[in-house]
């Protein structure tokens, strides 16, 4: 099946770590995302892994992730208050009846809320 | 500057009117599509398009048409028939839907409400 859950709020302090999960079902996920969407605006995409690695890391973001569990997660070093906003973490799965088109599963989102 | 435009930012419907919100990019993207956002839910796909004109229906399409008669430009519509209207709407583009390519870039989405 198709489905991607996440957490819906983490509250953490200014200068904590912020840690973000997601698990997803589909075992044919090729890539992974992770989108962020600051109030009343559009989604920005932050960073993305590919399915055959286990880390990668961006600055203050580190993407982990457990393929064997199908479990997903983005951790913000040194959170700040501008990054409160809501994170989605998608997936892209082969759409039906097609060997080469993606399709993008989103997360219900994580809301982010940063503490001076 | 390349992007995507959406407009209006917020727009009103009346009971039994057809409402048209407008998604303008320059991003030369073949790829369009059309999401709706309820508070606490993810991105729902209502239609998207690879080329164009020609679209597809995505996973909520009932209520809303749309048309992609440039590549720039990919209209949606929402009709009488969708009975539950208000929500967020989102646009995006992408350079194509291949496998890996699914690298999304949205607009700062349309506010709709029902009067």
């Known amino acids: 099946g198709e489905d991607v859950e996440q957490s819906l709020f983490l509250s953490v302090r200014e200068g904590d770590s912020s840690v973000i999960n997601c698990t997803y079902t589909d075992s044919s996920s090729t890539y992974l995302y992770w989108y962020k969407q600051e109030p009343g605006a559009g989604l920005q995409l932050l960073t993305y892994?590919?399915?055959?690695?286990d880390m990668k890391q961006d600055q203050r973001l580190t993407v982990l992730l457990n393929k064997k569990d199908k479990h997903l997660s983005l951790r913000i070093a040194d959170t700040q208050t501008g990054d409160s906003a809501i994170y989605f973490c998608?997936?892209?799965?082969?759409?039906?009846?097609?060997?080469?088109?993606?399709?993008?599963?989103f997360g219900q989102g994580t809301t982010l809320q940063v503490k001076p | 500057d390349g992007g995507i435009t959406q407009s209006p930012k917020y727009l009103f419907r009346k009971e039994g009117q057809n409402v048209t919100l407008s998604c303008e990019q320059n991003l030369n993207h073949d790829a369009m599509y059309w999401y709706r956002q309820d508070p606490g839910q993810g991105l729902r796909l209502i239609y998207y398009?690879?080329?164009?004109?020609?679209?597809q229906k995505g996973d909520i399409a009932e209520g809303y048409s749309v048309s992609r008669e440039k590549k720039e430009s990919f209209p949606l519509t929402v009709t009488s028939a969708q009975k539950n209207p208000t929500a967020f709407y989102l646009c995006?583009?992408?350079?194509?839907?291949?496998?890996?390519?699914?690298?999304?870039?949205f607009g700062s989405g349309t506010q709709l409400s029902v009067l």
């Open positions: 398009s690879q080329i164009v004109n020609d679209f």
């Open positions: 892994i590919f399915s055959n690695m």
């Open positions: 998608a997936e892209s799965i082969r759409h039906s009846g097609s060997s080469n088109t993606g399709k993008l599963i």
């Open positions: 995006a583009s992408s350079i194509g839907r291949q496998l890996g390519n699914e690298k999304l870039f």
